[in-house]
């Protein structure tokens, strides 16, 4: 779940497959899996225009929320990096 997670976080404002794997550290056939499963359920969108970018849904952003609600009543602390909130 922490893993669809960060994708989706990575991919709030757009992003390209490259980066999207070097800012998530998994290889190009595991984000693909994950990419396929979130479209599948509405929580990332695709979009080719001319290159092709990677976003988060409003379905996506929403499910972000409600997660982050989930874990600050579970008290998981998250810390703030240069490259998004960890936990």
Do not use: H
């Not at 997670?5 to 693909?32: A, D, H, M, P, W």
């Not at 929320?65 to 490259?83: D, L, N, P, R």
């Amino acid at each position: 779940m922490e893993i669809a997670v960060n994708i989706l976080e990575e991919s709030r404002n757009g992003i390209n497959k490259t980066r999207l794997v070097y800012r998530t550290n998994l290889n190009f056939l595991l984000i693909q899996r994950y990419i396929d499963y979130l479209v599948g359920k509405g929580l990332l969108e695709i979009t080719s225009n001319p290159t092709t970018v990677y976003s988060t849904t409003e379905k996506g952003k929403s499910l972000l929320e409600e997660f982050s609600k989930i874990k600050e009543i579970m008290g998981v602390q998250t810390i703030q990096t240069a490259e998004g909130l960890f936990p």
